[in-house]
């Protein structure tokens, strides 16, 4: 298959045209014979019928649809129908970024209303259309609070995700900025205020804490604002969206940029990616962020209408001193996002964030009272995700488990050697009773 | 039809799409142990491989998110190998006729930015080279073809001038789509370079991504790469991570877009090596088809001939004051989407067309009619150009006021 619909007399009439005999001369008016490949050292092509045999073979080969307890970053969600019958609209899967606005007012619009499923969730003034994932959302967000502030040193929660840390770190190698981790308290599993204050002076730019962090954990976020603002850094709040239905927003406690990964909402795990990432900023901020924005206007008849804006921040225009490199980012994604939330609505939020916390609960309770399971932090107030010290062989555990198609907790020792012998659960709303019980039956048993 | 230089709108097939949906794919956690994966990591394995023999490079990264963010990827992997050998080096040359993403990224890298402006035929002449050259250069950005649509002829050139000064060349893939199965980038002496998957290898725009921008290296940058890349041991693929000090680190959490990594694989392994030539082939046919048919009418920097796509300068073509934005305009109110506008930044009321091989020639000749027929009606009738759009859902939007008093929410 070679999806091209142009016969050898339309190629003759081409060529007459062009003024060339065939593709050979055509091609030497612009490359040096000595410059060009033979050919190309690939399988030969396939028909449809083949190539999909191929990908079933690829497809048998992986474990899917397992019960999954696995979170640190990545969700099991449900993912309603509309989500993809919507997104999947050939008007919205296969147009391209949206710079004539007149004949793309339907992804601009998708992209406005997404911006503002933003601010609602996150109580910010301002969304872009999105970053690639979360860990990049939270890179670009350091990077605007050192713009903005003019200061380069950076406090970090070290209960961030650390996949996000890790591109921090390759985003802020050759850049003249100084990152200090701060640690969470070994009994609540969230930062201690005191701790933070005492490190902070005025020469910080920004704080940066996850919550819940990377172990679960809710953090006093209005608190760490609050100490955060009296030292004049700005406040960084990384955020799940599917926890915002219950907790404080962002807004709420005066963070002044909110990102996170938005994969939680209506997109699948999809080996983690493609995701998007999410980023909100108050009114101050606007001109200094990343990325595309979408903005409404009106045309000359004076009707509504949406365009791309603030453009003048961006790479196309700014080259090497625009806001950031981004253009292509996951519009599909988020847009995936807008219509998760438009369906389940303000109350379908709060929802989903009372069962995912009221599910998760119940698994820690029946964890708990498993012989040789202790959880890590004794005072931890958790959202959906927590973290038990065990004695029992992580492997083996998890091995078990497989075998009645289950994915087990994350061993995290595997991620960092601090957390040895412990483990991390993750229980969404997508989890019944029947599969947590049947876990807490397999982890008694091994 | 999608005429947009530059970003390779072509048919995003559908087999691909049925494919990409299957559970087997969608619903596996990146924390799954790598044996109850393997059918993922060899798709990202095969295209991993696909990648190298069509590039010519050695390694690649799956990980990057998009085209930005590959040259992102290579330019901080270009930093890595100067700062494993201890050398400092500051500067990225980039032509003026560059995406605006490429200086961006060299910014974000660290790097200082020396532009390079381009002769009268819009490349890259060895002697302003020359004069830019010193031992400062860490590497140079190059598109070839370039955004011009003209393949860089004294690459060979240029390659030596650059590595004598000891410095590397990079490779901006977006389009790629020229010179499949016809020039290898590693073979005219690229060390680094990035593929838009979104572009070249089929996968949709989806209005703005997902897409995803692999990164190729030779050889000698292979402990520079960031982690993970999927390698194949005893018949198993594994996810192995280089050495922390030695390679960049990570670009992005996981391991790359999967959905758009099988698309792009699946694309591979349906045309084969012959259909990809036949792709890049036909593209350049097709370019320079339009390119006949107008070229008595505009103006075109690059000439006579042009690769996949080619850059025209409606300056001194059009009525009036009618410009270039108006006949994008004027374009939408007979069904097409404007071509690439105002850009590459070095031709003037510059538009740039880029027809892709998926085109039919009637839709071509369509085309060729429509836009000749609005450039004689920027003469005839200067009022219609000037108020287009009209068909579509919105009349023409004002982006000033969009800009003065920002409404970003409801
Ligand atoms: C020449 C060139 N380089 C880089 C890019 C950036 O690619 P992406 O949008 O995938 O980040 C583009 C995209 O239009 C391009 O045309």
Known sequence: ?446 | MYPLGSCTMKHNPLVNEKIAKFEEFSSIHPYQNEESMQGSLEIMYELQKDLCEISGMDYFTLQPAAGAHGEYTGLLIIAQYFKNKNEKRTKIIVPDSAHGTNPASAALSGFEIVSLKSDENGIVSPEKLKEVLNSDVAAMMMTNPNTLGVFEKNIEEISKLIHDNGSLLYYDGANLNAVMGIVRPADIGFDVMHINLHKTFSTPHGGGGPGSGPVGVKAFLKECLPSPVVIKEDNKFKLYFNDGKKSIGRMKAFYGNFPVILKACAYIKSLGGEGLTQASKQAVINANYILSKLKSKVKVPAGNSCMHEFAMSLKGALGGDIKTLDVAKRLLDNGYYAPTIYFPLIVEEAMMIEPTETESKQTLDEFIETLLNIIEESKTNPEVVHNAPVNTSVKRLNEVEAARKPKLHW
């Open chain 1, 1 to 446: 298959m070679n999806y091209i619909p142009i016969s050898d007399k339309d190629k003759k009439e081409m060529f007459d045209s062009i003024g060339v005999k065939d593709t050979q001369e055509l091609l030497s008016l612009q490359i040096p014979e000595t410059l060009r490949v033979k050919k190309l050292n690939l399988d030969k092509g396939m028909s449809e019928q083949e190539l999909i045999s191929l990908f079933k073979q690829y497809a048998q080969k992986n474990k899917s649809n397992l019960a999954c307890f696995r979170g640190a970053g990545i969700y099991d969600h449900f993912v309603p129908s509309i989500v993809d019958e919507i997104i999947g609209r050939s008007e919205f899967w296969t147009a391209y970024t949206p710079y004539q606005a007149e004949a793309s007012q339907g992804t601009l619009q998708a992209i406005f209303e997404y911006q503002s499923v933003i601010c609602e969730l996150t109580g910010m003034e301002c969304s872009n259309a999105s970053m690639y994932d979360g860990a990049t959302a939270v890179a670009e967000a350091l990077l605007l609070a050192v713009r903005a502030s003019r200061k380069n040193k950076i406090i970090l929660s070290k209960a961030l995700n650390p996949e996000y840390i890790s591109v921090i770190e390759t985003y802020t190698k050759n850049l003249n900025i100084e990152i200090i981790k701060i640690d969470i308290d070994s009994k609540t599993g969230a930062i201690n205020k005191e701790n933070l204050s005492g490190m902070l002076d005025e020469s910080v730019a920004a704080v940066i804490v996850q919550s819940p962090n990377f172990f679960g954990t809710i953090e006093d976020m209005q608190e760490l604002s609050k100490t955060a603002k009296d030292k004049k850094a700005l406040f960084v709040a990384v955020v799940n969206p599917v926890s915002l239905g219950l907790l404080k927003t962002p807004g709420e406690y005066g963070a002044d940029i909110a990102v996170g990964e938005g994969q939680v909402f209506g997109n699948q795990m999809y080996l983690g990616g493609s995701t998007f990432g999410f980023m909100a900023v108050t009114k101050a901020l606007e001109w200094k962020m990343p990325g595309r924005i979408v903005g409404q206007t009106v045309d000359k008849d004076g009707k509504r209408g949406f365009v791309l804006t603030l453009q003048s921040r961006e790479q196309h225009i700014r080259r090497e001193k625009a806001t950031s490199n981004i253009c292509t980012n996951a519009a599909l994604n988020s847009f995936a996002a807008c219509v998760y939330a438009a369906y389940l609505g303000s109350q379908g939020i709060k929802e989903l964030s009372e069962t995912n916390i009221s599910k998760a609960r119940y698994a820690f309770d029946k964890i708990k009272n498993i012989k040789g399971f202790v959880p890590l932090f004794e005072n931890s107030l958790f959202f959906n995700e927590f973290v038990f010290k065990t004695d029992k062989n992580i492997d083996k555990i998890n091995e078990e488990l497989m075998k009645e198609n289950i994915l087990g907790p994350l061993d995290l020792g595997k991620i960092d050697s601090k957390y040895k012998n412990c483990v991390m659960f993750a229980v969404t709303e997508k989890r019944t009773k029947q599969e947590i019980d049947k876990l807490a039956e397999i982890l008694t048993r091994v």
